[in-house]
């Protein structure tokens, strides 16, 4: 048991590794975007989410599970982009 909890563990940190390095990515969008109104975009949301549950079935994981992460992933990563969209459009004012 011991060491299936350590390879969870190891899988663990590299998923948390990856999400970092998405959110950087949340964090470029931020930069690039000229208007708030644009920083949530449905139509894209929607699109992240379809190929995540499409990538879940291809990797034999329920594509179910995977909407129900990546809906509070991606409306968490909204929520990071408006914070640091602001702080921008303070820095420069
Ligand atoms: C990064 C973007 O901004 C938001 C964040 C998204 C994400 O976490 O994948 C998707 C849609 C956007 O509302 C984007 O528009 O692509």
Same mark, same amino acid.
């Given at each position: #048991?011991?060491? %299936?909890?350590?390879?969870?563990?190891?899988?663990?940190?590299?998923?948390?590794?990856?999400?970092?390095? !998405? #959110?950087? $990515?949340? =964090?470029?969008?931020? !930069?690039?975007?000229?208007?708030? @109104?644009?920083?949530?975009?449905?139509?894209?949301?929607?699109?992240?989410?379809?190929?995540?549950?499409?990538?879940? =079935?291809?990797? @034999? &994981?329920?594509?179910?599970?995977?909407?129900?992460? $990546? =809906?509070?992933?991606?409306?968490?990563? %909204?929520?990071?982009? &408006?914070?640091? &969209? @602001?702080?921008?459009?303070?820095?420069?004012?």
């Amino acid at each position: #048991m011991a060491e %299936i909890r350590d390879g969870i563990d190891e899988l663990d940190r590299r998923i948390v590794a990856l999400l970092g390095e !998405r #959110m950087r $990515y949340i =964090e470029a969008a931020a !930069r690039v975007k000229q208007d708030r @109104d644009v920083v949530r975009d449905e139509w894209r949301k929607a699109d992240v989410i379809d190929k995540a549950a499409q990538a879940a =079935e291809d990797h @034999d &994981f329920p594509p179910a599970l995977v909407r129900e992460i $990546y =809906e509070v992933l991606v409306e968490g990563s %909204i929520a990071h982009e &408006f914070v640091k &969209f @602001d702080q921008l459009g303070e820095a420069g004012e």
